[in-house]
């Protein structure tokens, strides 16, 4: 009798938690799944002004790296690094007699 108590008592329990988990979810729903996992921006001019001038200063930071490497190149002397000369293979040794 007191194991029946146990059961039931542990399905209400589960049963309030699962009632409990889908009141918070209907509150307070998540941006997947409301409305399709779109999130909604309430300020779309302010966000694209946002984005527009990250791009521009990501574009300057990227163009003043590309322009000191583009010195650093012209820079360099290619002149200091001698003539190509690539190692010798290993090749198959000639032939040794053996003596008598």
């Known amino acids: 009798m007191e194991v029946d108590a146990v059961k039931r008592f542990g399905r209400v329990v589960l049963l309030l938690l699962l009632l409990i988990n889908l009141a918070l979810l209907s509150f307070f729903p998540s941006p997947s799944l409301a409305a399709g996992g779109r999130l909604e921006l309430k300020n779309h001019e302010k966000y694209n002004r946002l984005l527009a001038s990250e791009e521009e200063a990501v574009a300057a930071v990227i163009s003043s790296e590309e322009e000191v490497v583009h010195e650093r190149l012209l820079r360099a002397n290619t ?9 010798p293979t290993l090749s198959k040794p000639p032939f040794k007699l053996i003596p008598n």
């Open 79 to 87: 002149r200091d690094y001698g003539r190509y000369d690539p190692t």
